[in-house]
């Protein structure tokens, strides 16, 4: 099996649990905890998405062209993005303490790191630099994973 290939079925097995949070109204509370996570998720992403720009916007996770983006919050974390949607997502547990949203959110993240190791094997390859950067820029949560 390809890398895309394997990066589209990662894709699908997170929609399934993004798909059950949003069909059952899991998602957003009114718990002030999960409203500063999501918020700082949110603004995460944003940040992210200014820092990195409009050429990551692939449905398979893959190298993209141009230089390797290592400031912004990629000088934290080496997948903000990424890393902003399993944040947005494990509060939803907070708010909906349930074996399902556990279980819904489990899909999310195992789909989501899927992806994340699948594109760096594209990244490696496709930038010198980047095994460097990975051994001193942690994966989702600075300085510890």
């Known amino acids: ?7 589209l079925i990662a894709f699908g097995v997170a929609l399934i649990g993004v798909y059950y949070l949003i069909d059952k109204n899991y998602i957003f509370s009114k718990n002030p905890i999960s409203i500063i996570i999501q918020a700082c998720a949110v ?6 998405r200014l820092t990195f720009g409009v050429r990551s916007f692939n449905a398979t996770a893959n190298a993209t062209t141009g230089k390797l983006v290592t400031n912004g919050p990629y000088h934290f ?18 708010s909906f303490p ?20 699948l594109e760096e094997k594209s990244l490696l390859v496709a930038y010198d630099d980047y095994a460097e950067y990975s051994k001193k820029t942690k994966r989702i949560i600075p300085f510890v994973f």
């Open 43 to 48: 603004g995460l992403m944003i940040w992210a």
């Open 77 to 94: 974390l080496r997948h903000p993005i990424y890393a902003s949607l399993i944040y947005f997502f494990i509060a939803s547990i907070i």
């Open 1 to 7: 099996m390809t890398l895309k290939v394997e990066s």
């Open 98 to 117: 349930f074996v399902e949203t556990i279980a819904a959110v489990g899909l999310i993240v195992t789909g989501l790191f899927v992806r994340m190791i």
